[in-house]
């Protein structure tokens, strides 16, 4: 009997000891249900712009962007190869200043009332220099200016060039610019002899 009661009692110091060690269990386990921390992404989503906001570069700004362009470039006029100063050289246009001064045809309203102006347009076109820029294909007319072609390159020679006011002014302005463009060429044709020389 005293055996028995041993052993009754060694059992139930036994289960005092499981339930002892089930209760770290039972701790985690309740740990573990806790509700968890949200994420960083589920906050993000709710900074992000409403989807009615027109984002920069969309289809709406790049043809309001292209329909203003547009409408510039229909305000500008497009000049005439015949009467647009930037259809010839600066060589072309001194020559053009330089016969209309020998005419003593000086200031703006000289030149517009000129009868004379077929005769200047046929001395350029037969000029030398003219020719063989014609045959270099570096001038654009095949004929002869005509006196209105004369006038409104004038015009647009005062209009591109201000702030000339006449025949000399524009004459002048000519020179110089032809002067710095053979300057720079002889300067690139020099820099291109050094250096063939150099390698021969």
């Known amino acids: 009997m005293e055996k028995s009661e041993e052993h009754t009692t060694h059992d139930s110091n036994d289960d005092e000891t499981m339930m002892h060690e089930s209760k770290p269990e039972g701790t985690s386990k309740t740990s573990s249900e806790s509700p ?18 027109v984002e920069l570069g969309s289809p709406e700004i790049s043809d309001d962007l292209e329909e203003q362009e547009e409408q510039e470039e229909a305000q500008e006029p ?3 190869i015949e009467s647009n ?16 001064h020998t005419l003593g045809l000086i200031e703006p309203k ?31 007319l095949h004929t002869a200016a005509t006196s209105d072609q004369v ?5 647009n020679m005062l209009q591109d060039f201000s702030p000339c006011q006449n025949t000399t002014e524009l004459a ?29």
Not at 36 to 53: M, R, V
Request: charged share 30%.
């Open 36 to 53: 968890q921390p949200k994420l960083k992404s589920e906050t993000l989503e709710t900074s992000q712009p409403p989807e009615d906001d």
């Open 78 to 80: 497009v000049k005439p």
């Open 85 to 100: 100063p930037a259809s010839y050289t600066f060589r072309d246009l001194l020559l053009l200043t330089q016969i209309l």
């Open 110 to 140: 000289q030149v517009l009332q000129s009868p004379d102006l077929d005769e200047c347009g046929e001395t350029w076109f037969n000029h030398k220099c003219t020719v063989l820029a014609r045959r270099l294909g570096e001038f654009p």
């Open 151 to 155: 006038k409104q390159l004038y015009e």
């Open 172 to 200: 002048n302005s000519f020179y110089h610019m032809r002067i710095r463009e053979l300057e720079t060429k002889i300067l690139e044709e020099k820099d291109a002899f050094e250096t063939l020389h150099n390698v021969a």
